[in-house]
Structure formats: structure tokens, C-alpha cells
């Protein structure tokens, strides 16, 4: 008797599923953003190494601001991009601390990738941290310290720390004061928790020294006066800013004119040069003797001619100012732009105490200072020796400040150097015994992540990392809360007293914007590409 064949009955309502592709995909995402947070990991803290950034068209970009870098790496894969999106969040929300929270996303991710090897949910795991980070901006803020803006002192020592790990380091004694200065400056009475940086303009300039870097309380162009015999210093100013050409107006089409007669030809030229000489005679009748003109797209914005007019009565022509500039020198001259001839009266100019074109370097610019009602504006002139080290000092004064305008819009201070990292480390291993059920595997993982910044100073400071931690971790256990990690002397001091210190809100931005991607990145379990 033949054997019953066996059937396979297949379960009813229950539906085939791959369980292995969203933990591939989640370990992918996993390992392409952390590759990128290691790329730029070495160049965290005061020792923390520069990198040489080759474009394709071959210009060469030498930092270590982590935006910078980032900005400029090519990133394919979806989940690397959440990283670089991430440091550009921090350099918007708090201008530094952007190769920080990079670092801080990357240590979390791996704390996260242990969590999912012994079976905890994705979502729990991002629910917890969650708590994890409102827990650690909690433990921030108890240990920051109050601030007040008149305190000139303290906002210098900021942006000194901002400016160390820099390549300029070696001149933050000359640029942070002046990063200070620039700020308080344009910080209004009334509004004094926003402050626009776009008051403060960084021009660059070529020779010299970063020493040579000074702040202007005034207006500076990059360009010359444009007249060849027009004056090139002037006292007791009076400035017009003008939106007119004073050139031959050109017809509305394009096309050429054919004049065979010798007289039509001198009728034209007569026709322009009555023109221009308008113009000139009004200037004149107005008393301007400063000439700003707004650079036009149609025709040259001020003709041959008409500087030699302007010449000849004394007055000195800044031309070709771009558009996008004049709103800044609007608001430094508090005044308006002269659209028509008709509105240049005296009434429309601004006075000023001097206006002179000094040199700077290989290149000339005109600087005007002592302005009647100036807006609240300022002027940085930076140098330098060679083109790398001006972006570079660019960017470092642009850290500074945004450091300064941190402070101006939350007055708390925390100490550096790796002192409120391990701080949050202790206080979230203690609060993980608090709690119970998944949330204390995820609250310890957490609070060892934190230590990422500690360790990654201290190994790009020379020193051994699993020793320098774990004494910093012994001397806050026993209550010393601002120890931190000392750079110059290679030891755990008091790094309050070494006057390394830092805004709030960098870190507590850094702290939230790293949990926000991480959680983004551990929600994902699957790429699906769409039709183009």
C-alpha cells in the first residue's frame, strides 16, 4: 500500500515577512552616518587637526570648523546627508560647537546599534532618549552659571575658548575682544535677545597679519574712489547715496545708430555732455562732495565724463556698489537711497566727520567714520598673509561672534573642556538605577556615549584617553563638577579657573539637535527609491 502524501497546509491570515531588510537597512544607516562622524572627529578641541579640502575646480580650503568641512565633503548615501544637515542646524542655532554635535549623533548611533543587538525595539530605544536628552538639558542648566552682558570680561574669555582650537588660535587675544566689541555694538536697546549678525560686516583684505585685523565704527568699501584727480581725504563730509546713472541714458532696444554727418555727430556729444553737466551742476548746488552710486546692470553707472566733471568740483565717487549691499549702508548712514535727480537736495545727505581712502596691503579702500546719527552697524576689517588663512579667520571671527550673540540671547555659562559631558554621563548612569524596564539600558547607554567628547579631546590632545576619562570621571564623583580636561598642561584641572568656558546654549542645541537626527536615523527601516 502506497505512503499518503503529506500536504503542507499553508497558515491562514498570516502574511510572509522579511524580518532581516529593515535591520540591514538600519545598520547601513547606522554605519554611513558614523563614518562620517569619524571623518571629522580628529578635529575636535584646541589640538584637533585641519583638514585640506580639494574642490573639483581646485580651490583648496584649509579648516576645522565642522559645517565647513561637512559642507564641502561629498556625501552620497540619504542617511550621512542627515549628518551634514545637522551640523548646519547647529551652526545656524548656535554658530559653534558643529564639529561637536557630529561626534555626539555618531557615539549615540553606537550606543543605539548595542541596544538593538539584545532585542530592544527601534522606537523604544528612541523614546527613551527622548527623556534622556530633556533629562541632560535639565542637568545643563542646573550647572550653568548666570551671566550679564556688562560683564565685558567674561564675554572675552567665551570667545577666546571659541577661538582656540582654531588655526588663528595664537591671535585670539586680539580677536576676541574685537568679536565682543562688534556685537554689543549692534545689539539694540529693547531687543536685546536678538542680535543680527548681518549688522556686522567682515571684510577681507590681503596682507598684513591677523594682528593687523581691526573693527571700524563706520562704513568701509572694498573699492577706490573712482576719480583720477578727485580728492582722496575729505573732512566735514557730506554723503549722497544715489540709485542713478550719471552716463548717456541708452535707447530701450538694441541697435546701432549710423551718423554720417560730422554736425549730427557733434550735436550728440554736445546732447551728453549738456546732460551729464545737469546732473553735476546739481550735485553741486546740493553741497555733496562724497558720491555713492549703486552699481547698474543697464550702463556704466557713472561715464568718463562725468567723473571728470566731478573732478573738477572736488568731489570724491564711490561707484559700483553692489544691491545687495545697500541696504547695510542704508542702515550705517541712516539714511535713504536717491532714486531721481529731482530728490537730490541737501536735505537727502548724511553728514560725516571724515571720509579718506586708505591703504591696506596691495589694495586701496575708503573708510568713513564719525557718521551723524549712525545706525547700529559695524566693520571688521580682517587680514592676512595669503588667501587660506583669511577664509579660515573669517570663519573663526563668524564662531566668535555667533559664541557672543549665544550669550546675548541666553546669559548662561557652563565650563568646557569636557566638564559638563562627563557631568551628564554621572548624573544619567545614577537616574538609570532610578528607572526600570528598557529605559535604564538605554539611559546607561546614553550617559557612555556622552563621554565621546572627553575621550576624543584628551586622545587629540596626546594623552592616553581611558586614563584621563576615568580619573575626570573620579574627580566628579567626588563633587568637583567643573574639572574638566586641561589641553596646555596635559592634566584634570579646574577648568572654570583656566577660564575656559562656553554658552549654554551651544551645548544644550548640541545635546538636542544629536538626539533629534539619531531618533530620525533609528525610525527608518527601509530606503524605497522613487521614479525620476
Same mark, same amino acid.
Given at each position: 500500500?502506497?505512503?499518503k502524501?503529506?500536504?503542507?497546509?499553508?497558515?491562514?491570515?498570516q502574511?510572509?515577512?522579511?524580518?532581516s531588510?529593515?535591520?540591514d537597512?538600519?545598520?547601513?544607516?547606522?554605519?554611513?552616518?558614523?563614518?562620517?562622524?569619524?571623518?571629522?572627529?580628529?578635529?575636535?578641541?584646541?589640538?584637533?587637526m585641519?583638514?585640506m579640502?580639494?574642490?573639483?575646480?581646485?580651490?583648496?580650503?584649509?579648516t576645522n570648523?565642522?559645517?565647513?568641512?561637512l559642507k564641502?565633503?561629498?556625501?552620497?548615501?540619504?542617511?550621512?546627508?542627515?549628518?551634514v544637515?545637522l551640523?548646519?542646524?547647529?551652526?545656524v542655532?548656535a554658530?559653534?560647537?558643529?564639529t561637536?554635535?557630529?561626534?555626539t549623533?555618531?557615539?549615540l548611533?553606537?550606543a543605539?546599534?548595542?541596544?538593538?543587538?539584545?532585542?530592544?525595539?527601534?522606537t523604544a530605544i528612541?523614546?527613551?532618549f527622548?527623556?534622556c536628552?530633556?533629562?541632560?538639558?535639565?542637568?545643563?542648566?542646573?550647572?550653568?552659571r548666570?551671566?550679564?552682558?556688562?560683564?565685558?570680561?567674561i564675554?572675552?574669555k567665551?570667545?577666546?575658548?571659541?577661538?582656540?582650537?582654531?588655526?588663528?588660535?595664537?591671535?585670539?587675544?586680539?580677536?576676541a575682544?574685537l568679536?565682543?566689541?562688534?556685537?554689543?555694538?549692534?545689539t539694540?536697546?529693547?531687543?536685546e535677545?536678538?542680535?543680527?549678525?548681518k549688522?556686522?560686516?567682515?571684510?577681507?583684505?590681503?596682507?598684513g597679519?591677523?594682528e593687523?585685523?581691526?573693527?571700524?565704527?563706520?562704513l568701509v568699501?572694498?573699492?577706490?574712489?573712482?576719480?583720477?584727480?578727485?580728492?582722496k581725504?575729505?573732512?566735514?563730509?557730506?554723503?549722497?547715496?544715489?540709485?542713478?546713472?550719471?552716463?548717456?541714458?541708452?535707447?530701450d532696444?538694441?541697435?546701432?545708430?549710423?551718423?554720417?554727418?560730422?554736425?549730427a555727430?557733434d550735436?550728440?556729444?554736445?546732447?551728453?555732455?549738456?546732460?551729464?553737466?545737469?546732473?553735476?551742476?546739481?550735485? /553741486?548746488?546740493? &553741497?555733496?562732495n562724497?558720491l555713492?552710486v549703486?552699481? +547698474? %546692470?543697464?550702463r556704466?553707472?557713472v561715464s568718463d !565724463?562725468? @567723473?571728470?566733471?566731478l573732478?573738477?568740483?572736488?568731489?570724491?565717487?564711490?561707484?559700483?556698489?553692489?544691491r545687495?549691499?545697500?541696504?547695510?549702508?542704508c542702515?550705517?548712514?541712516?539714511?535713504?537711497?536717491?532714486?531721481?535727480?529731482?530728490?537730490?537736495?541737501?536735505?537727502?545727505?548724511?553728514?560725516?566727520?571724515l571720509v579718506?581712502e586708505?591703504a591696506?596691503?596691495?589694495?586701496?579702500?575708503? /573708510?568713513?567714520? &564719525?557718521?551723524?546719527?549712525?545706525?547700529?552697524?559695524? +566693520? %571688521?576689517?580682517?587680514?592676512?598673509?595669503?588667501? !587660506?588663512? @583669511?577664509?579660515?579667520?573669517?570663519?573663526?571671527?563668524h564662531d566668535a561672534?555667533?559664541?557672543?550673540?549665544c550669550?546675548?540671547?541666553?546669559?548662561?555659562?557652563?565650563?568646557?573642556?569636557?566638564?559638563p559631558?562627563?557631568?551628564?554621563?554621572?548624573?544619567?548612569a545614577?537616574?538609570?538605577?532610578?528607572?526600570d524596564?528598557?529605559?535604564?539600558?538605554?539611559?546607561?547607554?546614553?550617559?557612555?556615549?556622552?563621554?565621546?567628547i572627553p575621550?576624543?579631546?584628551?586622545?587629540n590632545a596626546?594623552?592616553?584617553p581611558i586614563?584621563?576619562?576615568?580619573?575626570?570621571?573620579n574627580?566628579?564623583?567626588q563633587?568637583?563638577?567643573?574639572?574638566?580636561?586641561n589641553?596646555r598642561?596635559?592634566?584634570?584641572?579646574?577648568?572654570?579657573?583656566?577660564?575656559?568656558?562656553q554658552?549654554?546654549?551651544v551645548s544644550?542645541a548640541?545635546?538636542t539637535?544629536?538626539t533629534?537626527?539619531?531618533?530620525?536615523?533609528?525610525?527608518?527601516?527601509?530606503?524605497?527609491?522613487?521614479?525620476?
Amino acid at each position: 500500500m502506497a505512503p499518503k502524501a503529506v500536504v503542507m497546509k499553508k497558515p491562514q491570515g498570516q502574511a510572509y515577512k522579511d524580518k532581516s531588510k529593515p535591520a540591514d537597512v538600519r545598520a547601513s544607516n547606522i554605519n554611513a552616518a558614523k563614518a562620517v562622524s569619524d571623518a571629522i572627529r580628529t578635529s575636535l578641541g584646541p589640538r584637533g587637526m585641519d583638514k585640506m579640502i580639494q574642490a573639483g575646480n581646485g580651490e583648496v580650503t584649509i579648516t576645522n570648523d565642522g559645517a565647513t568641512i561637512l559642507k564641502q565633503m561629498n556625501v552620497l548615501h540619504p542617511a550621512a546627508k542627515m549628518l551634514v544637515e545637522l551640523s548646519r542646524a547647529q551652526d545656524v542655532e548656535a554658530g559653534d560647537g558643529t564639529t561637536s554635535v557630529v561626534v555626539t549623533a555618531g557615539a549615540l548611533l553606537e550606543a543605539a546599534e548595542r541596544l538593538l543587538h539584545i532585542g530592544i525595539h527601534p522606537t523604544a530605544i528612541s523614546d527613551a532618549f527622548q527623556r534622556c536628552s530633556t533629562k541632560a538639558v535639565q542637568i545643563l542648566t542646573e550647572m550653568s552659571r548666570p551671566i550679564e552682558l556688562t560683564d565685558r570680561d567674561i564675554l572675552i574669555k567665551s570667545a577666546s575658548t571659541s577661538l582656540n582650537s582654531k588655526v588663528v588660535s595664537q591671535q585670539s587675544s586680539t580677536l576676541a575682544p574685537l568679536a565682543v566689541d562688534a556685537v554689543l555694538k549692534v545689539t539694540e536697546a529693547g531687543q536685546e535677545n536678538r542680535v543680527d549678525l548681518k549688522n556686522i560686516k567682515v571684510i577681507r583684505s590681503l596682507g598684513g597679519t591677523i594682528e593687523d585685523t581691526e573693527l571700524v565704527d563706520g562704513l568701509v568699501f572694498t573699492q577706490r574712489s573712482a576719480g583720477t584727480n578727485g580728492p582722496k581725504r575729505l573732512e566735514k563730509a557730506k554723503i549722497g547715496l544715489i540709485q542713478f546713472c550719471i552716463s548717456p541714458p541708452k535707447t530701450d532696444m538694441d541697435h546701432n545708430v549710423v551718423v554720417s554727418d560730422y554736425a549730427a555727430m557733434d550735436r550728440v556729444l554736445k546732447e551728453e555732455r549738456a546732460y551729464i553737466l545737469n546732473i553735476v551742476k546739481q550735485i /553741486k548746488k546740493a &553741497g555733496c562732495n562724497v558720491l555713492l552710486v549703486q552699481k +547698474s %546692470i543697464l550702463r556704466d553707472a557713472v561715464s568718463d !565724463l562725468a @567723473l571728470h566733471f566731478l573732478d573738477k568740483i572736488k568731489v570724491m565717487v564711490i561707484k559700483d556698489i553692489e544691491r545687495e549691499d545697500i541696504e547695510f549702508v542704508c542702515k550705517t548712514l541712516s539714511c535713504r537711497p536717491i532714486a531721481s535727480l529731482d530728490h537730490f537736495v541737501a536735505e537727502s545727505l548724511v553728514n560725516a566727520d571724515l571720509v579718506e581712502e586708505v591703504a591696506s596691503g596691495s589694495n586701496k579702500f575708503v /573708510k568713513v567714520t &564719525g557718521i551723524q546719527n549712525q545706525g547700529r552697524t559695524v +566693520s %571688521i576689517v580682517v587680514r592676512g598673509s595669503n588667501k !587660506l588663512v @583669511l577664509e579660515e579667520a573669517d570663519r573663526s571671527i563668524h564662531d566668535a561672534l555667533c559664541v557672543i550673540r549665544c550669550l546675548v540671547k541666553n546669559r548662561a555659562l557652563i565650563a568646557g573642556g569636557g566638564a559638563p559631558e562627563i557631568e551628564m554621563a554621572l548624573q544619567l548612569a545614577a537616574h538609570s538605577n532610578t528607572v526600570d524596564g528598557v529605559d535604564a539600558y538605554c539611559f546607561r547607554a546614553y550617559a557612555e556615549a556622552m563621554e565621546v567628547i572627553p575621550s576624543t579631546l584628551a586622545e587629540n590632545a596626546g594623552l592616553n584617553p581611558i586614563a584621563t576619562v576615568t580619573e575626570l570621571r573620579n574627580r566628579h564623583a567626588q563633587g568637583e563638577k567643573n574639572a574638566g580636561i586641561n589641553v596646555r598642561k596635559g592634566a584634570i584641572t579646574d577648568i572654570l579657573a583656566e577660564n575656559v568656558v562656553q554658552p549654554l546654549l551651544v551645548s544644550t542645541a548640541a545635546i538636542t539637535l544629536a538626539t533629534e537626527t539619531v531618533r530620525s536615523i533609528l525610525k527608518i527601516d527601509d530606503i524605497v527609491n522613487t521614479i525620476t
